[in-house]
């Protein structure tokens, strides 16, 4: 059984999407493992396991996924912003240049003792946005809840001129990765 430690919707649809069963178990380790210190991958990473490991402890058996998402910009991470201003600010920031969206991945099985944690990197560039652009953004409410101020899987594809990487890894998950590592290191068949 795999079980993702996240509340995200964009993640669940994505496991879905492929075909992988899964039951959903939000994780509460986020708020508790401070990471500022650390840098922007390695936050990642160390956030996907905490989650991971936190679902685990409740469900030995099962093959647990943890995953963060971090967006970077001229070496900050952009989290999810705190408001419209805040929003406004760092698509200002964004706007006409590229940044990093790094997303950890874990996958835990207490039962076994098996742990597996990587992070996936894709550089995004958002096109020059004007004033009215992001004012027209930000009151859709779509990037309230996204790190770094966007998704790129809504409104916000109207925002990025390209990418380099995985697209999935800027929606919130590696799928290739993921799928790989499922069934590589825990035998669990998912492309059959």
């Not at 509460?28 to 990642?44: H, I, K, N, Y």
């Amino acid at each position: 059984m795999l079980i993702l430690a996240s509340q995200s919707p964009r993640r669940q649809q994505l496991l879905a999407q492929v075909g992988i069963p899964f039951q959903v178990e939000p994780s509460g380790a986020e708020g508790r493992v401070d990471v500022s210190a650390l840098p922007p991958a390695e936050q990642a990473r160390t956030l996907a396991l905490a989650k991971a490991r936190e679902v685990a402890r409740r469900h030995p058996e099962a093959v647990v996924l943890g995953a963060d998402t971090v967006v970077v910009a001229d070496s900050q991470v952009l989290g999810k912003p705190r408001d419209p201003d805040h929003a406004r600010a760092m698509l200002r920031q964004l706007s006409g240049r590229d940044h990093l969206v790094i997303t950890g991945v874990a996958l835990v099985q207490a039962a076994s003792g098996r742990e597996v944690v990587t992070h996936e990197t894709t550089r995004v560039w958002i096109r020059p946005l004007t004033p009215e652009q992001i004012e027209w953004y930000v009151r859709s409410g779509e990037p309230l809840d996204k790190a770094g101020a966007y998704g790129i899987q809504g409104l916000a594809a109207a925002l990025v001129e390209r990418i380099d990487g995985c697209y999935y890894n800027v929606v919130g998950l590696p799928l290739s990765r993921v799928i790989r590592l499922l069934e590589e290191e825990f035998g669990i068949p998912v492309l059959r």
